[in-house]
């Protein structure tokens, strides 16, 4: 009689959490983001992993883009009133709003980018790991600099930023302890001008190679590596796009395939109310190709920046151990 119960009881519960998160071909999702589409970085990489999931599922989809801090709850509201499935805040900032709607609507999934975040039964977070992907910029910058000095420009000061700057540093000095690495924050992801004063100033102090992590400000730091000829390595998308002559690589973050995982797992019935982490292993974080630069890296270069990544995806370095405080 207990098993015939507990039997019951596992089906009810799974019928429950199916028709919960169940929608077929009225899957609709929305996404806020806090800044424009055409950034060639940030939330054009989001929008392009909205648009990847409108194909993959197909949803219906719907966003906002220079999302003003003070529209954030009013915003998230009124695409859960609309019937959205699933949204998306598209950053940490993001957070405590999406933890005080989401309680409103217990039968839709909102989900926080960047951000460690979680609370059930229906809000979730998901990040690259910014640390590894700023340790893997580090180890081509320490490889590749001919002056011994390298360089980390940030936006806003805040988690990702913080994160993926002791991530470089970390693979600097994985490499080779003896390199100089300047790190600075322009306090804000748009003030271009200012990212290209610091750029500049780098390049008198003799540094070669620049890690422009500062969303639209990067065209600042593009703009003076250009003048001052100096090099940079892209972060989340290919910056050689923008900038071919001056790109060495770039960290790509693939946003789309870390978001569709997580909208795949709302649909199979596996989401979870807890924060998920996605790098190499999971194939979110990669380099893009070298391209005018590939001859220009040795062949014993090249094999240690691979074995990097290998040992990335395997486990064996773990990065922790590198990091400042």
């Not at 596992?10 to 950034?39: C, E, H, Q, R």
């Not at 999971?282 to 890296?297: M, N, S, T």
């Amino acid at each position: 009689m207990k098993r015939l119960m507990l039997i019951t009881l596992i089906i009810v519960i799974t019928i429950g959490v199916f028709s919960l998160y169940s929608w077929g071909a009225d899957l609709k999702i929305a996404m806020l983001l806090p800044g424009p589409i055409s950034d060639q970085g940030w939330n054009m990489m989001a929008h392009n992993a909205l648009k990847a999931a409108e194909k993959e599922f197909s949803a219906e989809i719907a966003y906002t883009e220079r999302t003003p801090v003070s529209d954030f709850e009013e915003i998230f509201r009124g695409y859960a009133q609309a019937g959205f499935n699933i949204i998306m805040g598209h950053g940490f900032q993001f957070g405590d709003v999406a933890k005080k709607v989401a309680q409103e609507f217990p039968k839709t999934i909102f989900i926080v980018s960047s951000s460690d975040i979680s609370q059930a039964p229906n809000l979730a977070s998901f990040r690259t790991m910014d640390a590894q992907a700023g340790f893997i910029q580090g180890v081509v910058a320490a490889l590749l600099t001919e002056t011994n000095k390298v360089a980390y420009i940030g936006g806003m000061e805040i988690p990702p930023t913080i994160n993926q700057n002791r991530g470089f540093r970390a693979g600097v000095k994985y490499i080779n302890p003896s390199i100089e690495v300047i790190s600075t924050f322009t306090g804000s992801f748009y003030d271009v001008a200012k990212a290209k004063e610091m750029a500049k100033a780098m390049a008198q102090k003799g540094v070669d190679i620049i890690v422009p992590d500062a969303d639209v400000a990067n065209l600042g730091v593009v703009e003076a590596a250009e003048e001052e000829d100096i090099k940079i390595i892209g972060c989340s998308t290919d910056m050689a796009e923008v900038s071919p002559d001056i790109t060495i690589t770039s960290l790509l973050e693939d946003f789309s395939k870390a978001f569709t995982t997580v909208v795949d797992y709302v649909l199979e019935g596996k989401f979870e109310s807890r924060a998920y982490e996605m790098g190499v292993q999971e194939g979110a974080l990669d380099l893009a190709p070298f391209r005018k630069y590939e001859e220009k890296v040795s062949k014993e270069d090249m094999a240690k920046i691979n074995q990097v990544l290998d040992d990335l995806k395997s486990g064996k370095i773990d990065i922790a151990k590198y990091l400042e405080d």
